[in-house]
C-alpha cells in the first residue's frame, strides 16, 4: 500500500467526520488494508456525467462528505456563472441513501442561497430533466447510479435545458468542484425556507407533455386497450408513474410483478437491476408466459433505461436487444409523421456512434436527417439544443436501450418509451403482425442489421491500466482485415480523425474528443472498442449487416450474422 494511503484515511479521523464515519475508517485502518487502499487511493472523481461510486467511508466513495464536496464547487460554478435569484430542481432514484444525498444536496445549495426544488419522494431521471425546464431552474441534480450494482449511488447535474452537461460547461464546473479539498469548505446548514417540495402537480405536468408526443394511432390503441402487457419497474422510480402513464394513455390490462413493485435499494429479486441483462426481466417474462401477455417492459431503477421482450412468430418470448427496439419506434414514428404528411424537410433524428446504423438506413428512406454522435445521451441533447427553433427533433436513441421521443426531455425516457412500445404494439396487431413481425419487415425494406455489445470487467487500479493498455495496444497496431474483409476507415475519437486505409488520406471528425476507436470493414462490418464512461469495463460493439430478401429467408441469414458476430468477439478476446 502506497505510504500516503494512511495518512490520508487517518485526517477522517478528526472532528470535521461524524462519529459514525469516524468509526468506519477506523475499522478500515486496523482490519481492512485492501478495502482501505480501495476508499482512499484517489478521490472520487467528478467527471463530464458527475459522480459515481460505491457507497461508504473515504475520498473514493459516495458519501455525505463528498457529495456535499461537489455540491458547494457547483453552488460556486452556478453563483460565477448566471445572475440571480439562483434556482435548483432535485430528484432521486430508490437506492440506499438516496434520500440523504439529496437531502443533502438540497441543504447546501438552499445554504449557497438557492431556492431548491426537492421531490416529495423517489421520482425518474426524465421528469427531472422535464422539471429543470418546467421550472426554468439553472441546474438540476439526480441521485442515482442508474443500473449500477446496489453497492453504487452516483449524482448527475443537469444544465438549465435539462440535459447533462457538456462542454465547455462540464471543465468549468469540474474547475470549481476541486477547488472543494475539505468538508470544513462546504456551508452544510442554512437557507431556512429555501427548500420547496414537489409533488403531484409535476407528476402530470410531466406526463401530459410526454403523452402530447405520441398516440400517433389512437384507433389501434383503442381497439387493443386491453392488450395483456407485463411491467416491472426493477424496485426503482417507474413505478410512481409508468402504470398511472398506460391509465392515462386508456389503456386497461397493465400486468405487474408485485415482487419488483416494492421499493428497494438492495434490489432482493435480481442480481443486477440492469435491464440489458436478460435475468432481470426473468420475473417479468414469467408473468407473461403465465398470463399469454404480448409485450413485457422492465426499466432501470432511475426510470430513464428499458428492457422489452415480445412474442415472436411462433409465439415464443422474444428479448429484443437495445438496437432493435430503437430501430422500431424510429421506424414508427417516422412512418406515422410520413403517413400524416408532417415531415416538412426540417425533420432530424439522433443516434451514437455505437448505435445500429439501421436508424441511419431507415431515416434516409423518409427523407430524415439522422446525427451521429458520441456515446451518451447528454451529445443526443446538445444537438437538440444546437438547432432548437430551425430544425424538428422526432426521436433519439443509443443501443443501451435508451430512446426519447421529442424535446420535452433531454435525456432518455424510459416513460414514454414503454408508452410508445405499446403502441408500436398495438398498430401491429391492427395489421395482424407481432412487433418481432414488424421487425422483420423492416430488416427486408431497409436492410438486416445484428449488433452484439460485449464488455469485459477490470476493476480497481489495476483494472484501470489493463483499459488504457489495451487501447493503446488497438492504436499502435490496428488490424488490417477482420474475418477476411479488409478494414477501409479507422475512426479514432480520441486524436479527432479519420484515416482511409486505402488512400492514406486523414479527415478530421467533427466531434468532441473521446477514447473511442472505430474499425470500418468494406462488407460493412463495424467494430468499437471504448472504456466504459460509468463502470469499470472496456466494450467491444460489433456489428454486422447483409441484404434480407425474403422474410422466409430471416432464420437462415440470422444464423449466418449471429456466426460472424461470434467470429469476431473471438478475435477481440484473445
Request: hydrophobic share 40%; aromatic share 8%.
Amino acid at each position: 500500500m502506497e505510504k500516503g494511503i494512511v495518512e490520508k484515511a487517518k485526517e477522517w479521523l478528526g472532528s470535521s467526520y461524524d462519529e459514525t464515519t469516524r468509526a468506519e475508517v477506523l475499522r478500515l485502518i486496523e482490519g481492512e488494508p485492501a478495502l482501505l487502499e480501495d476508499s482512499f487511493y484517489k478521490n472520487l472523481e467528478f467527471g463530464t456525467g458527475g459522480l459515481r461510486g460505491v457507497m461508504g467511508a473515504g475520498t473514493n466513495r459516495m458519501n455525505r462528505y463528498t457529495v456535499g464536496m461537489v455540491t458547494q464547487g457547483l453552488a460556486g460554478y452556478v453563483l460565477k456563472t448566471y445572475p440571480g435569484p439562483h434556482k435548483a430542481a432535485i430528484a432521486y432514484d430508490c437506492r440506499n441513501q438516496s434520500p440523504d444525498f439529496a437531502m443533502i444536496t438540497a441543504r447546501v445549495l438552499a445554504a449557497n442561497g438557492f431556492t431548491v426544488y426537492l421531490y416529495d419522494a423517489l421520482r425518474p431521471t426524465p421528469q427531472l430533466s422535464f422539471t429543470v425546464r418546467n421550472l426554468n431552474c439553472h441546474i438540476g441534480v439526480m441521485i442515482t447510479a442508474s443500473h449500477n450494482p446496489k453497492e453504487y449511488n452516483g449524482y448527475k447535474v443537469y444544465g438549465d435545458d435539462g440535459a447533462q452537461v457538456v462542454a465547455p460547461c462540464d471543465a468549468r464546473i469540474i474547475a470549481e468542484v476541486r477547488k472543494i479539498t475539505s468538508p470544513a469548505q462546504v456551508l452544510f446548514s442554512g437557507g431556512k425556507g429555501k427548500i420547496v417540495t414537489l409533488g403531484e402537480e409535476m407528476d402530470n405536468l410531466y406526463l401530459d407533455a410526454i403523452l402530447s408526443l405520441i398516440n400517433l394511432s389512437p384507433e389501434a390503441v383503442r381497439k387493443h386497450r386491453d392488450m395483456k402487457m407485463v411491467y416491472t419497474p426493477l424496485h426503482g422510480t417507474g413505478v410512481r408513474l409508468v402504470p398511472k402513464a398506460f391509465a392515462k394513455m386508456g389503456f386497461t390490462n397493465l400486468l405487474n410483478v408485485p415482487e419488483q413493485d416494492v421499493t428497494d435499494g438492495n434490489f432482493p429479486t435480481v442480481e443486477s437491476p440492469n435491464p440489458e441483462d436478460p435475468a432481470a426481466l426473468k420475473m417479468a417474462i414469467g408473468k407473461a408466459l403465465e398470463t399469454g401477455a404480448a409485450l413485457v417492459m422492465a426499466t432501470d431503477p432511475d426510470g430513464d433505461r428499458v428492457g422489452i421482450a415480445v412474442r415472436n412468430t411462433a409465439g415464443d418470448i422474444q428479448l429484443l436487444n437495445g438496437n432493435q427496439t430503437a430501430s422500431l419506434l424510429t421506424f414508427y414514428l417516422l412512418e406515422k409523421w410520413h403517413e400524416t404528411k408532417r415531415l416538412q424537410g426540417k425533420e432530424y433524428i439522433v443516434k451514437t456512434i455505437v448505435t445500429s446504423d439501421l436508424l441511419q438506413s431507415v431515416a434516409r428512406h423518409y427523407g430524415v436527417e439522422c446525427y451521429n454522435v458520441l456515446t451518451g445521451f447528454k451529445y443526443i441533447a446538445e444537438v437538440i439544443r444546437r438547432n432548437e427553433g430551425e430544425k424538428v427533433f422526432i426521436c433519439g436513441g443509443e443501443e443501451s436501450y435508451g430512446f426519447n421521443v421529442g424535446a420535452y426531455v433531454r435525456d432518455k425516457d424510459a416513460v414514454v418509451t414503454c408508452l410508445l412500445a405499446a403502441e408500436v404494439a398495438c398498430w401491429a396487431a391492427s395489421r395482424g403482425l407481432t412487433m418481432y413481425d414488424l421487425l422483420k419487415e423492416m430488416y427486408v425494406r431497409f436492410g438486416f442489421f445484428k449488433e452484439r455489445m460485449v464488455s469485459r470487467t477490470l476493476k480497481g487500479k489495476d483494472g484501470m491500466q489493463q483499459m488504457v493498455a489495451t487501447m493503446n495496444r488497438f492504436r499502435e497496431n490496428p488490424p488490417g482485415e477482420l474475418l477476411g474483409s479488409p478494414v477501409l476507415l479507422i475512426h479514432d475519437y480520441r486524436k479527432g480523425e479519420t484515416v482511409d486505409m486505402i488512400s492514406e488520406l486523414r479527415y478530421k471528425i467533427n466531434l468532441p474528443a473521446s477514447d473511442v476507436i472505430q474499425f470500418v470493414c468494406a462488407d460493412n462490418t463495424v467494430v468499437t472498442i471504448r472504456p466504459s464512461g460509468t463502470e469499470p469495463k472496456i466494450k467491444y460493439y460489433f456489428g454486422v449487416r447483409t441484404q434480407l430478401d425474403r422474410i422466409e429467408d430471416y432464420d437462415v441469414t440470422d444464423r449466418i450474422l449471429e456466426d460472424k458476430l461470434t467470429e469476431l468477439n473471438g478475435l477481440f478476446q484473445k
